[in-house]
């Protein structure tokens, strides 16, 4: 094994503007959050977790521009695009298939896709 | 008369068969030794252009596999020591492979022990494009050129350096392993492994055009598994090789 070192890798849940879902019911939430508790367990017992975080809806986010020293402030999400984060992990992992094999956990407990991001490193670091 | 033990007359067209046949060997050795496709593939590139200048005079070495993959690797020591970033990688492989001197001796991990077939697992890793498979597979284990590979997807020579790039950036960036997964892995991995052998590629013959498009028209996963992508015969392919 060439590499000792670990890499941080960001797996994303995205959310889909105006997508009907369902809303859970007080038991199917009571097991949602069973189950990513248990999840988020087995990723710190295997000293995987780095942090994660959920995110209100797109539609609470405000953005910051600014130019010629002047501060424009707009309502609304950054991106035109109809996903938006909705939540993320950050995690700890020797090579990609370790990264895959901990978004496959995920992607089964909250029923959504994840994507698989590396962090950028400096190199030598 | 000829003497019987003057060297074979080697010209250019020997080489290119040597080539074809050593250079996804080398290739695959280099990564192992210093974790960088760039540097391995650059490496090899400059062993031939040596062994382009060395062998018609000389004669080919009793192992012309071999001699490549040694003046590689030493060719790419020489540069990446000149370099501050090489530098660092070579102190890297100094300490994380003590004593292993002879490049043609892989590393005893994994179910099989081949430095190409750990190479066609990271050409063909799922987290590819099906496309970026067949290319680097060609590339590197096939030793076809950019233009070659380019020629197989009809797409011209600059788009395809982009695309190959593009792939090796990815691996590097996000670490995509250079080894033959487990034993319970192998199969899900051969399914997207085995299709970038639909272009029936041997080294030296670029895929026919008309395949691989027809393959990327269907989108068909693994609906063809004639032939291994370096025409070797792997103990461990019996879904492709046998």
Redesign the interface.
């Known amino acids: 094994m060439r590499r000792i070192t670990m890499a941080q890798y960001l797996l994303s849940v995205h959310t889909v503007e105006g997508e009907a879902r369902e809303p859970m019911t007080e038991e199917e939430m009571r097991q949602f959050m069973e189950r990513v508790g248990v999840l988020e367990e087995e990723i710190k017992s295997a000293g995987a977790w780095v942090f994660s975080g959920r995110l209100h809806e797109a539609d609470t986010a405000t953005v910051v521009r600014v130019s010629n020293s002047e501060v424009l402030t707009t309502d609304g999400p950054f991106a035109e695009s109809k996903e938006h984060l909705g939540g993320f992990y950050i995690i700890e992992a020797e090579d990609l298939d370790a990264a895959l094999s901990w978004a496959a956990k995920t992607a089964d407990c909250v029923k959504r896709p994840i994507e698989v991001r590396p962090f950028w490193q400096a190199p030598g670091a | 008369v000829h003497d019987v033990d003057a060297p074979p007359k080697i010209d250019e067209a020997e080489v290119g068969r040597i080539f074809r046949e050593e250079s996804g060997r080398s290739v695959a050795a280099l990564i192992r030794i210093f974790?960088d496709i760039d540097v391995a593939e650059d490496a090899v590139q400059e062993a031939f252009a040596v062994a382009l200048r060395k062998w018609p005079g000389v004669g080919l070495p009793p192992n012309p596999g071999g001699w490549i993959t040694t003046t590689a690797r030493n060719r790419a020591i020489d540069r990446l020591r000149r370099e501050s970033?090489g530098r660092?990688l070579l102190s890297?492989?100094a300490v994380?492979?003590p004593g292993n001197d002879d490049p043609g001796a892989p590393e005893k991990?994994g179910p099989v022990q081949d430095d190409r077939l750990r190479l066609i697992f990271t050409c063909c890793?799922p987290?590819l494009s099906m496309e970026a498979q067949v290319a680097l597979t060609l590339r590197l284990l096939g030793g076809l050129s950019t233009k070659e590979v380019a020629r197989s997807f009809l797409v011209t020579e600059p788009a395809m350096a982009q695309r190959l790039a593009r792939a090796k950036r990815k691996i590097k960036?996000?670490?995509?392993?250079y080894r033959v997964?487990e034993e319970h892995g192998l199969p899900e991995r051969l399914r997207p492994c085995w299709p970038s052998s639909t272009s029936s590629t041997m080294p030296g013959s670029p895929a026919q055009p008309t395949q691989i498009s027809a393959r990327r028209r269907s989108g068909s996963h693994g609906s063809s598994r004639r032939s291994c992508p370096t025409s070797q015969r792997w103990p461990a392919c019996s879904p492709c090789c046998s």
């Open positions: 974790g970033r660092e890297e492989v994380l492979s991990e890793h987290a960036a996000a670490r995509i392993p997964p």
